[in-house]
């Protein structure tokens, strides 16, 4: 699930969010904002039972993934997109 929340000026607050197991293991969100590196934005776990992290971005296309341990990745059907190559966000 994706949760949007505009800010001041051109920002947006984006935060990517899975349930705690599924899957299992460590999740990062990568993507064309942050290079595609794994570990810069890490799920982190919840009171809720959700894994959510928050980023920032400005207006925009991003196209981004979720990696999880073991190499496995997911797309989030909440996207504005996706096709084989990830899911796409327009802001």
Not at 16 to 35: A, M, Q
Not at 41 to 56: K, P, S
Not at 61 to 74: C, N, Q, S
Request: with cysteine; net charge positive; aromatic share 8%.
């Amino acid at each position: 699930m994706i949760k949007r929340n505009k800010l001041f000026g051109t920002q947006t607050r984006v935060t990517f969010c899975l349930p705690r197991d599924t899957p299992p293991g460590t999740v990062s969100v990568v993507g064309c904002f942050n290079d595609w590196q794994p570990g810069r934005h890490e799920l982190v776990t919840r009171r809720d039972g959700t894994r959510t992290v928050t980023v920032r971005l400005g207006p925009g296309e991003y196209r981004f993934r979720y990696l999880a341990t073991g190499g496995v990745w997911l797309d989030d059907e909440s996207a504005d997109q996706v096709d084989d190559q990830g899911g796409t966000l327009v802001l």
